[in-house]
Nanobody, 126 residues
């Protein structure tokens, strides 16, 4: 059982990146999948989450309108499209999943998630 995050890199402010989170060893159906980020010296923070049906998504206020989360059932993958990137978006990004087909729990709490991927680094230069 594994989540693999990828797609990070170095980008200039105003640019875009797309992160991918692919599950192996289990299917993401009946799971909510979220993205969290942790900047150096700071706490991990919730970014976005989605349920497998794709009908419910959640965003933190800091990324709302700039980031978009989506999923591809055929690839067992969740994506995070990040547009209009800012230097303050610089962080290690992690994807994580927990069983919740409705996303009506405290999805913003990392404690709820029992599967975590290795992070992918996003660096936004000014």
């Amino acid at each position: 059982v594994q989540l693999q995050a990828s797609g990070g890199g170095l980008v200039q402010a105003g640019g875009s990146l797309r992160l991918s989170c692919t599950a192996s060893g289990f299917t993401l159906s009946n799971y909510a999948t979220g993205w969290f980020r942790q900047a150096p010296g700071k706490e991990r923070k919730f970014v976005s989450a989605i349920i497998w049906s794709g009908t419910v998504t959640r965003y933190s206020d800091s990324v709302k309108g700039r980031f978009a989360i989506s999923r591809d059932k055929s690839k067992n993958t969740v994506y995070l499209q990040m547009n209009s990137l800012r230097p303050e978006d610089t962080a290690m990004y992690f994807c994580a999943s927990y069983q919740d087909p409705y996303l009506d729990g405290p999805y913003y709490s990392g404690k709820l998630y029992n599967y975590w991927g290795v992070g992918t680094l996003v660096t936004v230069s000014s």
